[in-house]
């Protein structure tokens, strides 16, 4: 039996929405949230749009998906994201409790890992890496862009 709803398929999924956040200008993240292989939430960074800088993916996804739910727990959900979530986000997610995050490229100058791996909760499992590539190659555009203009 073949699967269709691998991790690489919901990274994809994540990565699309990468490629909005960069055509918007913004920083090129995106994330899904997945529950029993199916995505209940999407978003990616609008920090810009919205002049608000906790709109990172994660806290837009998580957000939706705590809606889509009717509840803050997010107990039996995946979190795809594109590169790997800050302080702040890994801090929500904490908060919510995800039973996995997996993401694409690591982000050594922003990163949770720089502080500690431990600030995720006991629960969640996390697995980085995937799509890393495609991640930091979207990153890399987004800042090349942005060394053109000055």
């Not at 809606?67 to 908060?95: A, F, Q, R």
């Amino acid at each position: 039996m073949i699967e269709v709803y691998t991790d690489e398929y919901f990274m994809r999924e994540a990565l699309k929405e990468a490629e909005i956040a960069l055509e918007e200008g913004e920083v090129p993240v995106g994330a899904v949230i997945v529950a029993n292989k199916k995505i209940i939430a999407r978003a990616h960074n609008q920090t810009e749009r919205l002049n608000d800088s906790t709109a990172h993916a994660e806290m837009m996804a998580m957000t939706s998906a705590s809606n889509h739910l009717g509840s803050k727990y997010l107990t039996d959900c995946t979190l795809y994201v594109t590169l790997e979530p800050c302080v702040m986000c890994i801090g929500g997610s904490y908060w919510a409790q995800l039973a996995k995050i997996i993401y694409g490229a690591s982000d050594p100058k922003r990163g949770y890992q720089r502080l500690s791996d431990e600030v995720a909760h006991p629960k969640t499992k996390v697995q980085s890496g995937l799509m890393a590539k495609e991640s930091q190659a979207l990153i890399d555009v987004f800042f090349e862009k942005i060394r053109q203009k000055r």
